[in-house]
């Protein structure tokens, strides 16, 4: 119990000694997390955007109008649904889609009644299979377009690679940039555990000559490190709760403002958990890099 409570007090005095050097070590560690942990939970916000968009698309296929070349229904709506990316397919004839244009038209739709004839051909409305990214829904649209009875093909998917893109930009780009954050923490907090090492040679020499066992003279200055890299990973978690959820009546606001984003979600406890661990590993491993004291 004695041997503990002082690696305990030495490691708070080494703590003490690392000065402007551990506060560094301490900022560089909280910078680390909160870019990963903003990375994942912004990852999070536009899948749950782009899910809700994925929701809503439909693609259009417009059916010939000449009765030599139609299809029935049935056969048609078969033929759609065995297509590879189909998840829902519904067939729209010219009497439902002049309906439809008519509701969409409001009252301006009123003259539409006027018209001899319809001028509003069957279409084929697919929802496209969840998941499927722009390359499958290019090869959805061309298969459509193959069939005999397919007209013309339209959908608005002009957004799906380009929102692949950014999310792949964030995932990789936040990620590595969080990684050699990290790889900086290790760097800035051996720094600082250096200071401190410097500051207690005299000490530690006079341990060893008493005997005192190395883990009990190292031990303070590891444990130190480690309470470097777990204070900075707290300090950026919690900058991620006051930027989540929890803290949307104040940085809310200044996301929406600042970043034009919105609030990030609030992460449950198995990303804390690895964070916090995160920011304990990078201060081992700055401990451990400072050298023998």
């Known amino acids: 119990m004695a041997r503990l409570s002082f690696v305990l007090d030495a490691a708070f005095r080494d703590l003490r000694r690392t000065g402007v050097a551990?506060?560094?070590?301490?900022?560089?560690?909280?910078?680390?997390?909160?870019?990963?942990?903003?990375?994942?939970?912004?990852?999070?916000?536009?899948?749950?955007?782009?899910?809700?968009?994925?929701?809503?698309?439909?693609?259009?296929?417009?059916?010939?109008?000449?009765?030599?070349?139609?299809?029935a229904p049935a056969g048609l709506v078969a033929a759609t649904?065995?297509?590879?990316?189909?998840?829902?397919?519904?067939?729209?004839?010219?009497?439902?889609?002049?309906?439809?244009?008519?509701?969409?038209?409001g009252p301006a739709g009123a003259g539409l009644d006027r018209l001899s004839a319809n001028p509003v051909p069957a279409r084929v409305e697919v929802t496209p299979a969840p998941g499927l990214d722009a390359a499958g829904l290019r090869g959805l649209m061309d298969a459509l377009r193959r069939l005999p009875a397919v007209e013309d093909v339209e959908a608005a998917v002009g957004w799906v690679e380009p929102s692949e893109r950014v999310e792949r930009g964030v995932r990789v780009g936040g990620l590595v940039l969080a990684a050699l954050l990290a790889v900086g923490a290790v760097t800035a907090i051996a720094g600082a555990t250096g200071v401190a090492r410097r500051a207690r040679?005299?000490?530690?020499?006079?341990?060893?000559?008493?005997g005192v066992p190395e883990a009990v003279v190292r031990g303070p200055l590891v444990l130190q490190a480690v309470l470097q890299g777990v204070a900075g990973a707290g300090l950026g978690w919690a900058a991620l709760v006051f930027l989540s959820e929890v803290g949307a009546p104040w940085g809310g606001a200044w996301l929406r403002v600042t970043l034009g984003v919105p609030v990030l979600p609030l992460a449950g406890w198995p990303l804390g958990a690895a964070l916090l661990g995160g920011g304990a590993a990078a201060g081992f491993l700055g401990g451990l890099g400072a050298g023998r004291p």
């Open 81 to 105: 649904r065995a297509l590879p990316g189909v998840g829902a397919v519904r067939y729209v004839s010219p009497a439902e889609a002049l309906g439809d244009l008519r509701r969409d038209l």
């Open 201 to 210: 040679a005299d000490e530690a020499a006079v341990l060893r000559l008493a």
């Open 22 to 71: 551990g506060a560094g070590g301490v900022l560089v560690a909280a910078l680390a997390v909160l870019v990963a942990g903003g990375a994942l939970l912004g990852l999070a916000v536009f899948e749950r955007l782009t899910a809700a968009w994925h929701a809503d698309l439909r693609v259009v296929a417009l059916l010939r109008a000449d009765p030599a070349r139609a299809e």
